[in-house]
Each structure stands twice: as C-alpha cells, then as structure tokens.
C-alpha cells in the first residue's frame, strides 16, 4: 500500500506541475490525493505533513496571483495598472488556449496578457510616455513568468514533503 501511495504522489505531482505551469491550481492535485489516502486509512500520513503542504500551496497561490501585479507596480506602474496585470493574466491565459496549442498558448497567453493588461490600464494616465507604459508591461509580464516557474517549484516541495512525511511515518 505505501508504494501506491507514493506512486501515486509522484504522479499527483507531475500532473499538477503540468497543470501549474498552464496556470491551473494543479498544486493541489498532490493534496487531494494525500488527503483521499488519508480518509482511506488515517494511519498513513502525520497530520503534519498535509497541513505544511496546504500551506505551502496557499504561499504558492497567493505569490502566483500577485506577481504581475508586483512587476508592474515595481516598474512605476499604480494599482490600476497592477489590477490590469490580474485581469490580463487571466484573459490572455484563456485566449491563449485558443489561438496557439493549448500548453504553449497558455503560458504565453498567461505572461502577454498580464504585460497588456498592466500596461493599458497604465497607459490611461495621461501623463504617461509610451516607454513608460511598455516597461510597466514589461515588468508585469517577466513577474509573472518567474510566478509560474517558482509555483512549479513550490508544487515539488510541496509533495516532496507528503513523500517525506509518509515514508518517515513508516519507517
């Protein structure tokens, strides 16, 4: 039972990471496995070790979401421009499904979206150079490419910590 379980953490764990880097909550793919093994037998894991990986993915989500919205807000951009960052990231996330293959379209909707969205709304202020507003998008969109590297990265934490609390349970 304890290598089905770690078997399928790892690929929990991989689909999430796919899921997570099309800016899908996949994080939590490896969660709901723990915790649907857990209520099967609630002798396999340590309370622990779910509870860290749930807040380890509530950390990844909330710097996911407000990436774009700090790079533009870094780059001199102001809260509406970090508001369009948001919106942009979602919209451009979806279009992106759609108009290029659906992984690749995904993130490059995701990070061209936030860099438009930051830098239209930004570009509404009226004293505003174009190069100003260009490196407000700039700035939301390579903010929200590195959110979806690093959200990948807490996502192997994340179940490295389920595997470790398992197996040191066990063992």
Request: proline share 3%.
């Amino acid at each position: 039972m304890l290598w089905l379980v770690v078997t399928s953490l790892l690929i929990a764990a991989a689909l999430g990471l796919v899921l997570s880097i099309l800016t899908l909550p996949g994080i939590w793919l490896p969660v709901a496995v723990a915790i649907g093994f857990q209520i099967y037998d609630p002798s396999l894991f340590p309370w622990w070790s779910i509870v860290v990986a749930a807040l380890i993915g509530l950390l990844a989500e909330g710097l996911e979401l407000a990436a774009s919205a700090m790079g533009a807000s870094k780059a001199g951009g102001t809260k509406r421009a970090a508001a369009g960052a948001i919106a942009g990231t979602i919209f451009g996330a979806v279009c992106g499904s759609f108009v290029l293959l659906f992984p690749i379209g995904t993130i490059v909707g995701a990070v061209v979206g936030a860099g438009l969205g930051a830098g239209l709304l930004d570009s509404s202020r009226n004293e505003r150079t174009l190069k100003q507003v260009a490196t407000v998008g700039a700035g939301a969109a390579a903010a929200r490419g590195v959110a979806i590297v690093l959200k990948g990265l807490f996502g192997i934490v994340l179940a490295g910590v389920l595997i470790m609390g398992l197996l040191t349970h066990h063992w």
